[in-house]
């Protein structure tokens, strides 16, 4: 059975920095593409960043692009959110994805699998 759990999540000031986790167990997703998702309140998820291994069709969003950076550790099985000059419009409940496809997806049905979320909160 496969489970994504993420970590990191937490209070952070306007402007300031953060690096939210996922690490996957029970299948690995070297060849697939793995991403981060965020719901705020009263909002639909939105998809935040996307990448394959190689690095290969590597997508952002258009509110987090130039601030937020995606990565991944092939030998950990995860891949991190590493959130820079952050905005109060970033609080959300932030989830990780992963997919059996191969191809980069910017909607939520392009994912086989979901973690459980961890909330990121911006303050003044």
């Known amino acids: 059975q496969v489970h994504l759990v993420e970590s990191g999540g937490g209070l952070v000031q306007v402007g300031g920095s953060l690096t939210l986790s996922c690490v996957a167990s029970?299948?690995?997703?070297?060849?697939?593409?793995m991403a981060w998702f965020r719901q705020a309140p009263e909002k639909e998820r939105e998809f935040v960043a996307g990448?394959?291994?190689?690095?290969?069709?590597?997508s952002y969003g258009a509110d987090v692009k130039g601030r937020f950076r995606i990565s991944r550790d092939n030998l950990k099985n995860a891949v991190y959110l590493h959130m820079n000059m952050v905005k109060f419009e970033d609080t959300a409940v932030y989830y990780c994805?992963?997919?059996?496809?191969?191809?980069?997806?910017?909607?939520?049905?392009?994912?086989?699998?979901w973690g459980q979320g961890t909330h990121v909160t911006v303050s003044s």
């Open positions: 990448m394959k291994m190689n690095g290969i069709g590597t």
């Open positions: 029970g299948r690995a997703f070297t060849n697939n593409p």
């Open positions: 994805a992963a997919s059996r496809g191969l191809a980069v997806s910017t909607m939520s049905s392009g994912y086989d699998y």
